[in-house]
């Protein structure tokens, strides 16, 4: 019964180092996702730290890529060093899991007054140039999250590119996709986005910190399985000396 619980053990850890592999590649294509994404919306939030569990969880998923290794080699040889040491790096991979988890909490409730107190500047400073940075990053969430304006399509007559333009319209990437003869102008509104672009944007920030939260919870539980089948793997070798002359290929004297 013993070695049917061990032989099940190895069995799973083996099956999990195998999926340790596949998460280090999610974890860093989650990573990478929100590096992208942040570039689209930097200018809408200026605490970089917010970068801080996305630069964490690319981490780990590197070093996941070698805790596979670790955990292979150890269980197929079930070397008593290797498997606790596969045990001690899940742990403080586990525990920095933990606190991507938090950290990832943490940002997603600042997005929101990071977003309100940063679009205001953003939209005043936009001039309709693809030479201009923020005109840039305004016409591409505009169209990619068909909103206009701050709060709605009406927002854009506060604005000093509106002063300065006076054709009393809002830029063309208000325009919905389907009316082609659509020139912004806000005498023509039923042709605009009717919704904002503050509430979508802190609504797309957040939906990507939470994608951060659940990839780590995720992978986390995944490691704790793994700790566990290791932990059981070196308590029966430790405790039983007839596992032990069973793997050297010893006998009793």
């Given at each position: 019964?013993?070695?049917?619980?061990?032989?099940?053990?190895?069995?799973?850890?083996?099956?999990?180092n195998l999926i340790f592999w596949a998460a280090a590649g999610i974890l860093c294509y989650v990573g990478a996702y929100v590096f992208i994404t942040y570039d689209d919306y930097d200018h809408f939030f200026e605490d970089v730290y917010t970068l801080i569990p996305a630069v964490v969880i690319i981490a780990v998923g590197a070093l996941l890529f070698i805790i596979g290794l670790i955990g292979c080699?150890?269980?197929?040889r079930e070397s008593y060093c290797g498997l606790a040491s596969f045990v001690i790096i899940l742990l403080l991979v586990f525990m920095t899991e933990v606190a991507v988890?938090?950290?990832g909490y943490i940002y997603r409730a600042k997005v929101e007054d990071e977003v309100n107190n940063s679009i205001k500047k953003v939209?005043?400073?936009y001039n309709g140039t693809n030479s201009n940075a923020q005109s840039r990053a305004i016409d591409y969430?505009?169209?990619?999250?068909?909103?206009?304006?701050?709060h709605n399509y009406s927002d854009w007559q506060y604005t000093r590119w509106f002063e300065e333009t006076k054709n009393y319209s809002a830029p063309i990437s208000c325009c919905k996709p389907n009316i082609y003869s659509c020139t912004g102008s806000l005498t023509h509104p039923e042709d605009l986005y009717q919704e904002g672009c503050e509430a979508l944007v802190v609504k797309k920030l957040k939906?990507?910190?939470?994608?951060?939260?659940w990839t780590a919870l995720t992978?986390?539980?995944?490691?704790m399985l793994g700790m566990l089948c290791a932990c059981v793997v070196l308590c029966r070798r430790s405790r039983d000396p007839a596992y032990e002359l069973l793997i050297t290929g010893g006998t009793y004297a």
């Open positions: 019964m013993g070695q049917c619980g061990i032989t099940s053990s190895k069995t799973v850890l083996v099956f999990l080699c150890a269980t197929i988890v938090v950290l939209y005043d400073e969430v505009q169209r990619q999250l068909q909103c206009c304006g701050i939906e990507i910190m939470m994608y951060v939260i992978f986390a539980a995944i490691q």
